[in-house]
């Protein structure tokens, strides 16, 4: 069993207790008041509160005690990171590198220590929860204790002491335990210069908020305080509702409010005395005990096992040993072996598959040069192909018409005009009866315009246009010097239209018979006699 005094200090005063340790108990021996008026730790104020302090354990027989402290919430900064798994060797500088990231103060001025979340182990990301103090907060608080002569064990923010008093006191059913098995529970600690509001599941701190002094002007004031507090918890956890809410009060003048709270507050609300079970009686009002919150969940924690947060001690990075280091050498070792080999056989499997490519590659280019060139020759030939499918020879339609026409001595050609235009024929039914698709096909137009003496002629082509309707289709006539018309000069002008169906070259079969014209005679040219004759 082992003594220890236990140390709340604030703008308020400083509060501490001495107890008796042993395996996960805690006994509660003596409460002592050694400030009731402001006086902030500084590193001005800590030798003069340290010498109060040192008369203090004098009067009560415990000079040399070993000290823990905790500070108030609004002298720490918390923050909440996340980071990837790793050694217990390393974990530490990964997560002071995560946790220094986006600080508003100058990392170098703080102090750091870390509690992880428990979580899944097997998780892509770990999560934890860092603490900074001032480093000269720090030295205020190791020279109070240097002053008072007792050595400095453990310093924690005052939400995880809290969390410990009120496990304490549910464990020991001297408060009603909360709605649910595993619900969490909030704490609220209120004195005249304000509090702090501390969810807790356990010995782990879900939550934390400090209470302004303003707060507590009215009722009005502390409900909206208090509900603004439930609100941000669970926003931040809403799977984790809140099973009670215990309240310690430690005012110097009488007063509560806790009856007002239950009456206001969705929730259980309990009242909270720290100092249950002390040993000897308390040298001030009970009104007092609440502002004990801190000093005694120092100690319970204490009890229970080493403290989730000290700054005494922080978790830092710790060197492996020198056997492991051997091993760890000659592992890099084995394995840098291993990776030049591998990357020695990568180098040539991966020469030899550079070749490969290579050579595949330009088989490749062949094949595609070779494809391009046939590409654009089927190219050619499927238009000429088209070209010949689809077009009309105007030259042999013209030949076989000039054979057809005759003496051209009572009607000349005047205008031959030939167009190609698309048609749809409907196809014939198949054997089946099924409909057969519409066959899409090139046809000719021609339009001619004639001089005719007369009309037998042209009537006599319009007659070889119907006779050969496997060449041509829908031939109309007209003319355009009718009766009671002036005729033109060598007669009448005639117009013939009609469909010029496609045909192979073997398909003319007319051959026009004409007599070239026999040449004029030569005429001999004039003689000349010589001047030389000439009489």
Same mark, same amino acid.
């Given at each position: 069993?082992?003594?220890t005094?236990?140390?709340?200090? *604030?703008?308020?005063?400083?509060? %501490?207790?001495?107890?008796?340790l042993?395996k ?9 008041v050694?400030?009731?008026?402001p006086h ?6 800590a030798?003069a ?18 000290a ?9 900064? &918390? ?37 992880p ?10 999560k934890?929860v ?5 480093k ?26 809290? %969390?410990?008093?009120?496990a304490?006191?549910?464990a ?16 609220m ?7 702090? &509001?501390v ?8 939550f ?36 009670a ?17 239950q ?7 309990h009242?909270?005395?720290?100092? &249950?079970?002390?040993s ?45 280091t051997r091993?760890?050498?000659? %592992?890099? !070792?084995f ?7 591998a ?18 590659? %330009? ?38 018409l ?8 009572? !009607?000349r050609?005047?205008?031959?005009d ?16 099924t ?8 046809m ?9 003496? *007369?009309?037998?002629?042209?009537? *006599? ?20 010097n009718?009766?009671?018309?002036k ?26 018979k004409?007599?070239?014209?026999k040449?004029?005679?030569?005429e ?5 006699? *010589?001047?030389?004759d000439l009489?």
């Open positions: 069993m082992s003594r005094l236990a140390i709340d200090l *604030d703008a308020g005063g400083l509060y %501490a207790v001495l107890g008796s042993r996960n108990a805690a006994t509660i021996e003596r409460a002592l050694v400030l009731d008026d902030p730790l500084s590193l001005a104020t030798a509160i340290g010498n109060k302090l040192k008369a203090a354990l004098a009067e009560a027989k415990a000079s040399g005690t070993p823990l402290l905790s500070l108030g919430r609004d002298r720490v900064i &918390f923050k909440d990171i996340k980071h990837p798994p790793s050694s217990p060797a390393e974990e530490p500088a990964i997560v002071r590198f995560q946790a220094q990231r986006d600080l508003a103060v100058a990392p170098d001025t703080l102090l750091m220590d870390y509690v979340v428990p979580g899944d182990p097997k998780a892509d990301e770990r934890a860092v603490a900074f103090i001032p000269d907060l720090y030295e205020a608080a190791r020279q109070l204790c240097d002053a008072a002569g007792v050595k400095l064990m453990g310093v924690q923010p005052r939400p995880y002491a809290i %969390a410990r008093t009120v304490r006191a549910i020991s059913a001297q408060v009603p335990p909360p709605d649910g098995a595993n619900a969490a529970v909030g704490t600690t209120l004195s005249e210069l304000g509090g702090e &509001f969810v807790s599941s356990g010995p782990e701190v879900l934390s908020r400090t209470v302004s002094a303003g707060a507590l002007a009215s009722e009005v004031a502390l409900l909206g305080e208090t509900r603004r507090s439930l609100a941000g918890y669970a926003s931040s956890f809403p799977a984790r509702p809140l099973g809410l215990y309240v310690a009060e430690g005012y110097a003048a009488a007063g509560s409010w806790i009856a007002r709270l009456q206001s507050l969705p929730l259980p609300v009242p909270l005395d720290p100092l &249950f079970g002390l000897s009686p308390a040298a001030f009002p009970s009104s007092l005990n609440g502002r004990y919150a801190g000093a005694v969940g120092l100690l319970a924690g204490r009890a229970a096992g080493a403290m989730p947060l000290n700054f005494v001690a922080p978790r830092q990075p710790r060197a492996e040993s020198k056997s492991s091993w760890m050498v000659i %592992a890099a !070792m394995g840098l072996l291993i990776c030049l080999g990357a020695a056989a990568i180098y040539l499997v991966l020469g030899d598959l550079d070749r490969k490519i290579a050579a595949a590659a %330009a088989k490749k280019k062949f094949a595609e040069d070779q494809i391009a060139k046939e590409a654009a020759d089927a190219n050619r030939l499927r238009a000429i192909l088209d070209f010949k499918k689809r077009d009309v020879t105007w030259l042999d339609v013209l030949y076989d000039s054979d057809a026409t005759g003496s051209v001595d009572k !009607m050609l005047k205008e031959f030939g167009n190609i235009r698309q048609v749809t024929i409907a196809a014939k039914p198949g054997a089946t009866g409909a057969a698709k519409p066959v899409q096909t090139m000719g137009q021609l339009e001619l315009k004639l001089v005719s003496a *007369d009309d037998q002629q042209p009537q *006599d082509l319009m007659g070889l246009f119907s006779q050969e309707n496997k060449f041509y289709a829908n031939p109309t006539i007209t003319f355009n009718l009766a009671g018309m005729m033109g000069a060598d007669g009448k002008e005639v117009s013939i239209a009609v469909d010029v169906l496609p045909r192979k070259p073997s398909e003319f079969v007319r051959q026009l004409a007599e070239f014209p040449p004029p005679p030569e001999k040219p004039p003689v000349i006699a *010589d001047e030389e009489p």
